[in-house]
């Protein structure tokens, strides 16, 4: 009947903007004007929530297009050592569990990965490690203490670790995490060589990685001391 496809317009458009099918639902026991302005409103701020949330999916997924497409011209120039002023960044931490192996390091990347997602955090889609310095000394150079996040300064949450501004001294390691070794060992005698003092712990940032390669020898990790 004519009112029967009425009410299939309404559950149809309803869905469009975004109900629940329990939603429309209790929405049409309760069918009148007052009651729609309500439901209207309510739904009108999920929208504009969804739109905010997209909006900084976009820009992450824009600037890992841009890091990654930096990349390829890292892969022919990546055993320079060089120093270069960083801007104040923010980390996410997470702990990594003894023995600190690469399977613990993975298991804490994937804790931090979830914990944003459900805290909806501003995170870019970028994972790292830090490694200390005392580790990097002994050439235990992939037991890491910490998986991290890149991710905006956010107001009162736990566990974001603030990167100053400041000199540093970098390098970039291409290849399968386990050979990582030759990158730390090259970035030592450069800062041997040039009176450089680290002063930090190492700071490894995943450029390519397994979220955007399955072929190892296409990984590149950026590998950054802050230097006095």
């Given amino acids: 009947s004519a009112g029967q496809l009425d009410y299939l317009d309404t559950i149809c458009i309803m869905k469009k903007i975004g109900f629940s099918l329990n939603e429309i639902k209790a929405q049409m026991k309760n069918f009148t004007i007052d009651h729609s302005i309500v439901a209207l409103r309510k739904q009108l701020s999920v929208i504009n929530r969804q739109i905010e949330e997209l909006q900084m999916i976009k820009n992450r997924v824009e600037h890992r297009c841009l890091q990654l497409e930096h990349s390829v011209s890292i892969r ?11 801007n104040t960044q923010y980390i996410l931490l997470q702990a990594v569990a003894e023995p600190h192996t690469l399977e613990m390091l993975s298991i804490a990347t994937k804790e931090c990965f979830v914990r944003s997602f459900r805290e909806h955090l501003p995170i870019f889609f970028q ?6 310095y005392e580790h990097v000394l002994q050439g ?49 005698e450069y800062c041997r060589a040039h009176h ?24 590149i990790t950026k590998i950054m001391f802050y230097i006095a």
């Fill in 140 to 188: 235990r150079y992939t037991e890491a203490n910490f998986a991290f996040l890149p991710i905006e300064k956010t107001e009162d949450c736990d566990g974001i670790l603030e990167l100053p501004e400041g000199r540093c001294v970098y390098t970039y390691h291409t290849g399968d995490y386990r050979s990582i070794g030759k990158a730390y060992e090259r970035i030592l």
């Fill in 196 to 219: 450089l003092k680290i002063i930090s712990d190492s700071y490894e940032f995943a450029i390519n990685d397994y979220l955007s390669t399955a072929d190892e020898s296409e990984y």
């Fill in 76 to 86: 022919d120039h990546s055993d320079v050592v060089s120093v270069e002023e960083v």
């Fill in 127 to 132: 994972s790292g490690a830090i490694v200390p």
